[in-house]
């Protein structure tokens, strides 16, 4: 009789559990079943976008010293914190061929060799103490000097900084340092194939001398001297060639008068009119091979001469980048997805402000799918070429360049450097917005239209770093009688001491 008791007492049991478990977790699912539908993931096209805020520039304030150079202020009183950046007119491209790596160290020991009045040890120790910095550079089209602060140790920090730009000390053990480093960058320059790849695809696009693709090497490092780099400094950094922009937690009648004590006796230097480097595509078309043996994958690209940021159709080429790049565009969809050929795969329009830039397409993948991916990449510019986009590709990548166009005011900084940019490079200060009106009235005819003018098959070089052996089928595969040109990218050895 005892078992049956036993099955009495656990169907009490389950019942019970039912009743008081199951039943309320039942209902609670229902009850919640909205929210969690309401969280699952959707596809992307079927997002949609809020109306796009209202976007307007801050308020700042722009004026120029009698010596030429140009100030902006912009506060910000959100933090106890004030940042500054000054833009000079140079740049790497208008340095000698002979002495390449000259501004880059230049710019570098501007910063790191002191000043006439302080050593090196000394500013570091004056800015660690306040947790302040200034940082110098000079890149392709421009050099810098920005610095930040405490608001409350603004006026001595800006002292040091005005001291860096006009006063540098240029000692020679930096130089050195600096030289040194470069070298070891040039003994490492090969080890990433995919910056191998950048860097020879500028050189086919470019030429190998231009100043937009020529590398630092032993022997233009060993021809640069002291004299040489505060002759590039007096050549450049003088108030007319400035453009210093202020953003943060100041007063702007008071910053003004401190800039005007700081940089308002700073002697005009004399005017350089330094024409910049012409731009022609070296190589129209070819294929070209930097064979990397130990490589178990091709890092690729294909493109040719590009064009400027203030063409008229660079709205459209903007739109028809979103519809071929990014997590949904084309060639993820296409290569990546559909074919299964890439680790990485991506196509972009990218303009420069005062030179032509470059359309670029390309990504990895494995070796045996070298060619494969290659015409899958063409392939996908010649569709877009002669197809018209979907009213939802349109559509889709409006949305998405228009969402992103609030990410270039996230804070006055941000503001503030585009509009030195702008001024620097001689756009209108509302270039952004003119850009945002040419985005919301571009048409699929529009993306057709600047598709087939600036994407030019016949001009597409194509480069491939990766191992020869395992490429399979070869790359004289990809056209009739295509001839495959091998890039030698042994690095020129240091003269013998």
Not at 6 to 23: G, R
Not at 62 to 73: D, P
Not at 242 to 261: A, H, Q
Not at 283 to 307: E, R, W
Request: hydrophobic fraction near 35%; charge should be negative; charged fraction near 20%.
């Amino acid at each position: 009789m005892q078992e049956p008791r036993n099955q009495t007492q656990k169907a009490k049991i389950l019942v019970l559990v039912f009743c008081f478990i199951v039943i309320p977790l039942i209902l609670f699912l229902l009850a919640i079943r909205p929210a969690f539908a309401d969280n699952i993931p959707k596809h992307y096209t079927d997002l949609t976008f809020p109306p796009l805020p209202e976007v307007k520039l801050p308020e700042y304030t722009r004026f120029q010293l009698g010596n030429g150079m140009v100030v902006y202020l912009m506060e910000d009183h959100e933090l106890p914190l004030v940042g500054g950046t000054a833009l000079i007119r140079t740049g790497s491209r208008l340095e000698p061929a002979e002495k390449v790596g000259l501004a880059s160290i230049m710019g570098s020991v501007m910063r790191t060799g002191g000043t006439q009045f302080r050593s090196p040890d000394e500013v570091n120790e004056f800015l660690e103490q306040r947790a302040a910095s200034i940082e110098t550079g000079v890149g392709e089209v421009s050099g810098s000097a920005s610095f930040s602060a405490l608001s409350e140790n603004l006026e001595e920090v800006f002292d040091l900084f005005a001291e860096i730009v006009r006063q540098p000390a240029f000692p020679q053990d930096k130089i050195d340092l600096a030289k040194t480093q470069a070298r070891g960058g040039i003994a490492r320059r090969n080890d990433d194939p995919n910056g191998i790849a950048s860097r020879e695809f500028r050189k086919l696009i470019y030429g190998d001398n231009s100043p937009y693709a020529r590398t630092v090497e032993y022997a233009t490092l060993d021809n640069i001297s002291r004299d040489d780099i505060v002759g590039f400094y007096q050549q450049y950094y003088s108030p007319g060639n400035v453009l210093l922009g202020i953003t943060g937690d100041f007063n702007s009648k008071t910053m003004r008068k401190l800039i005007e004590e700081k940089f308002g006796d700073w002697k005009p230097g004399t005017k350089t009119n330094s024409s910049l480097p012409s731009v022609t595509q070296a190589k129209t078309g070819g294929i070209f091979l930097v064979n990397q043996p130990q490589l178990s994958q091709s890092s690729i690209l294909v493109g040719h001469l590009g064009g400027l940021v203030n063409s008229p159709d660079y709205p459209a080429l903007s739109v028809m980048n979103e519809v071929l790049n990014g997590f949904g565009g084309r060639l993820f969809n296409e290569v990546r997805s559909r074919q299964g050929l890439a680790y990485s795969v991506y196509g972009i329009w990218n303009p420069r402000y005062d030179y032509p830039g470059t359309f670029t397409a390309g990504g990895q993948t494995r070796s045996d799918a070298t060619v494969s991916f290659v015409k899958s990449i063409l392939a996908e510019i010649e569709r877009i070429r002669t197809q018209p986009i979907s009213n939802t590709e349109l559509s889709y990548a409006k949305d998405s360049v228009l969402n992103s166009f609030i990410f270039n005011f996230e804070d006055p900084s941000q503001t503030l450097s585009r509009l030195l940019r702008y001024e620097y490079f001689g756009y209108p200060s509302d270039f952004l917005f003119r850009y945002r009106r040419g985005v919301e009235a571009t048409t699929i005819a529009d993306v057709q239209r600047v598709a087939k003018t600036y994407l030019q098959p016949e001009k597409i070089v194509t480069l491939v770093v990766g191992n020869e052996r395992d490429i399979n089928p070869p790359l004289s595969t990809l056209s009739p009688n295509a001839e495959v040109t091998a890039i030698d990218i042994s690095i020129p050895p240091p003269r013998s001491s």
